[in-house]
Structures are given as structure tokens and as C-alpha cells.
């Protein structure tokens, strides 16, 4: 089994910085993806940014250049580093760790940017 842990998430103000952090246990293959999503109430879930275990990124176009993924595989552990946050970027947040065709989520951060 898989568990996923995440923390940071709180109230910020627009333009404001926070720091989300994911940790993986259980059994763990080195080749995965590893992500975040993020759920605003009366809208789906969307993808903000992944990282695959060689390193490449991909980010939704709304926080390029905003926000930043990486990964610490000796921690088994993904972040989320989120700059000049706007009210828009308010939701849920939920990490997502990829082994093949096996989806695991956790069980999500609030993320509140208002001033």
C-alpha cells in the first residue's frame, strides 16, 4: 500500500508565497510520476504540475512561471513551491503519486489566497 502525506497549506495573501510538501511510504517504485492537483469548489479537478522520477516537469498554463514542482527521492517526498499566489489559485490541494497505471492520491491541502 501507498500512503501520501501532504502539509502546507493555509491562508495567504495575493502576491504572497507558500510551500506544499508530499510524502510518499509504502511500497514506492523508483519509476513514477509524482504531481499535484487542485479542486476549487463547483469545478473538476485539474492538474497543476508533475515531475517524473528522470526529472522532467510539465506545469498547467496558469501557474508558469508562478510555481515550481521538484522531488527528493531519497525522501520520497514532492513540493510545490507557489510564488505571487493569486485568488484564482485558491482550492484544494491534493498530491498524486503515479506507479504505472496505479493512481494514489492524498487526502488534500486548503489553499486560501485572499486578502
Known amino acids: 500500500q501507498v500512503q501520501l502525506v501532504e502539509s502546507g497549506g493555509g491562508l495567504v495573501q495575493p502576491g504572497g508565497s507558500l510551500r506544499l510538501s508530499c510524502a510518499a511510504s509504502?511500497?514506492?517504485?523508483?519509476?513514477?510520476?509524482m504531481g499535484w492537483h487542485r479542486q476549487a469548489p463547483g469545478k473538476q479537478r485539474e492538474l497543476v504540475a508533475l515531475?517524473?522520477?528522470?526529472?522532467?516537469?510539465n506545469y498547467a498554463d496558469s501557474v508558469k512561471g508562478r510555481f515550481t514542482i521538484s522531488r527528493d527521492d531519497a525522501k520520497n517526498t514532492v513540493y510545490l513551491q507557489m510564488n505571487s499566489l493569486r485568488v484564482a489559485d485558491t482550492a484544494v490541494y491534493y498530491c498524486?503519486?503515479?506507479?504505472?497505471?496505479?493512481?494514489?492520491w492524498g487526502q488534500g491541502t486548503q489553499v486560501t489566497v485572499s486578502s
Open positions: 509504502g511500497s514506492i517504485r523508483r519509476i513514477n510520476v
Open positions: 515531475i517524473t522520477s528522470g526529472g522532467r516537469t
Open positions: 498524486n503519486l503515479r506507479i504505472g497505471i496505479a493512481n494514489h
